[in-house]
């Protein structure tokens, strides 16, 4: 990750809430629907081969359920038929059967070693379809949620190999052409780890795109990529442009590059060998900075041009451009300042400082081409200075009235094992990572579509609350806006032990998770109260109340899909779909 920027994450203040005084249970009845399907959901257990963690992550824990979020309340799922369900609701009480609007070519129960299908909607219009058996399906579906206008029609579909799932997928325009992003995913064996799992993480970057051939407008895949990782992403992204790629994940993906671009990159990295001998080498007192820079055996004085002004300093070698030239780090008495050629061929500059004193962080503002060098006297200086700040027991003064944090103190729900997560930006033409946050204890809980137009957002731990992030990938100085927050929803999730899935509304009003069977809780945002309330302990009225619902649902069938919308909540078992009406609408 060489050359990446290494950035991190902003919390706004005023989304925070210090103050919060948890969730209060109401009893209050949530109205819950239920349809019972015609077929049971297309569920694909594991094999006995796949039974690494990362099989169950990938596949175990896959949502079955699709929200298509560039329509109100539209949800879909594959069925043991090959039929591709949708249910759209505009009136709770009038909810009609799902209906059949693709179904798929391929007899899925021909093949042993098959993946669970996958969709995922790019567009308005357009939507990736895998049937879990290695192959992908580009469709135009017209307008979706209405009978009479939507109508699939393949436009595309190619055996790509290996099975995988859809993680994501995109449609945009550039250059007049119209192409769709789709990122797949496989867990591969790999031979070459014997340490390990014996399994790496493949994520497959295709880019299909319209060609017109003498009249002839057919989609072919335009470019292919594979990124290599040796765990399941928990969130990975293409950006709107097709430009780039957002991953957060426990450990690193890279490119896996063809043979001509490991030739070059080989050469790149030998030419970044060849530059990393400092071309000067400084050091520095509280009252000068002395600069040594070797120079090449036919210079002589006459040569040699050094300019110093107040902030500034350049150095010039014949008719060469400047070898050192931009601001100092701080102001010099520069009528004091001299140089000198030594024997060995060395030229040696003095600089006095004008404010005694203060340390230099660097030399020359910007330029990472120096060496600083420094003594033995000032090394024991600095030892000496942090001293305080570590010992060699874990608590020397128990009696101390503030001791220092103590890890056998913390709760279990406090303990993060995935402290190397880390959310990477890779450019879709250079193939490099350019931006990187090591999210530490930062917990990834849940991706989120708000506005299907942007990125999905993610959801992640900070301290107890959980925080809302939207990518904007066309933003270079705010990548990653705080949009909101579910206060103490980070403690409270890592409390529910056999938790399944987590999700939230659009709009943001409130967030849910469920477990394996039946319960689902729900957390709503705080909202004033209608009756007058005080808080016994410090006497004082309270304002708001955050309120926390329990939903059971009359089904043994394990839970399989959940979908958060701003009104209701979608549940899928192996057999049932429950809505539940969480908010009313306007």
């Given amino acids: 990750m060489a050359g990446a920027a290494h950035c991190s994450l902003r919390p706004k203040r005023l989304l925070l809430d210090p103050k919060f005084e948890g969730y209060k249970l109401s009893l209050e009845p949530l109205a819950c629907y239920q349809l019972g399907l015609d077929a049971a959901v297309a569920e694909v257990k594991l094999r006995d081969d796949q039974y690494t963690l990362d099989h169950m992550r990938a596949f175990g824990m896959y949502n079955y359920l699709h929200l298509d979020s560039w329509y109100q309340d ?10 591709v369900m949708n249910l759209s609701v ?121 060609i017109s051939k ?90 040699i041009k050094v300019r110093f002004s107040p902030d500034n300093i350049c150095v010039t070698l014949k008719d060469q451009p400047p070898l050192m030239e931009g601001k100092l780090c701080s102001s010099v008495d520069h009528e004091s300042c001299t140089w000198i050629i030594r024997e060995n061929k060395s030229l040696e500059i003095s600089l006095i400082k004008k404010n005694e004193g203060p340390r230099w962080p660097e030399l020359i503002i910007g330029d990472t081409r120096g060496e600083f060098i420094m003594d033995s006297s000032q090394c024991s200086e600095i030892t000496e200075s942090l001293m305080h700040l570590t010992s060699e027991v874990m608590n020397p003064n128990p009696e101390k009235e503030n001791p220092p944090c103590n890890a056998q103190e913390l709760e279990e729900c406090d303990a993060f094992l995935e402290d190397s997560t880390s959310l990477c930006r890779f450019d879709g033409d250079t193939l490099k990572v350019t931006h990187v946050i090591n999210l530490g204890s930062n917990q990834y809980l849940f991706s989120v579509v708000v506005d299907p137009r942007e990125m999905p957002c993610f959801c992640l731990r900070h301290d107890v609350d959980a925080l809302l992030w939207q990518p904007h990938s066309d933003q270079p100085e705010n990548m990653w806006e705080h949009i909101a927050t579910f206060n103490a929803l980070g403690y409270v999730q890592a409390s529910k032990q056999d938790k399944k899935f987590m999700a939230c509304a659009p709009d943001y009003s409130y967030a849910a998770l469920c477990e394996c069977l039946r319960r689902v809780f729900i957390y709503r945002q705080p909202t004033p109260l209608s009756t007058v309330l005080y808080n016994r302990k410090e006497g004082r009225q309270v304002g708001q109340v955050a309120k926390q619902l329990v939903a059971t649902l009359e089904a043994n069938d394990p839970i399989l899909g959940f979908q958060a919308t701003n009104e209701r909540l979608f549940v899928l078992t192996t057999k049932t779909l429950f809505l539940i009406k969480v908010n009313s609408g306007n």
């Avoid at 799902?98 to 391929?106: D, G, H, K, N, S």
């Avoid at 399941?232 to 690193?252: N, R, T």
Wanted: hydrophobic share 35%.
């Fill in 74 to 83: 539209n949800v879909y799922f594959v069925d043991q038929c090959g039929r």
């Fill in 90 to 210: 505009t009136l709770d009480t009038a909810l009609q059967k799902p209906r059949e609007v693709f179904r798929l070519p391929t007899d899925l129960t021909a093949y042993d070693n098959r993946l669970c299908a996958s969709v995922h909607f790019s567009s308005s219009t357009w939507v990736t379809l895998s049937d879990g058996t290695g192959r992908l399906y580009l469709i135009k579906s017209g307008s979706r949620g209405n009978g009479a206008s939507e109508k699939w029609e393949i436009v595309f579909n190619e055996e790509l190999g290996s099975p995988f799932i859809i993680a994501h997928s995109v449609s945009f325009v550039k250059s007049d052409m119209h192409s769709v992003a789709v990122l797949l995913l496989r867990v591969e064996k790999d031979e070459l780890d014997t340490k390990g799992s014996g399994f790496h993480i493949a994520l497959e970057w295709i880019t299909i795109a319209e």
């Fill in 214 to 303: 003498e009249g002839d407008h057919r989609y072919e895949i335009f470019k292919r990529r594979v990124l290599q990782g040796k765990s399941v992403p928990h969130y990975a992204a293409i950006e709107p442009s097709g430009d780039g790629l957002m991953i957060v994940s426990y450990k690193p993906f890279k490119f896996i590059q063809d043979e001509d671009d490991k030739l070059e990159e080989n050469d790149d990295a030998k030419a970044t060998n060849e530059k990393k001998d400092p071309l000067y080498y400084w050091q520095q007192t509280e009252d000068d900075v002395t600069i040594t820079v070797h120079i090449p055996q036919d210079i002589s004085k006459d040569d």
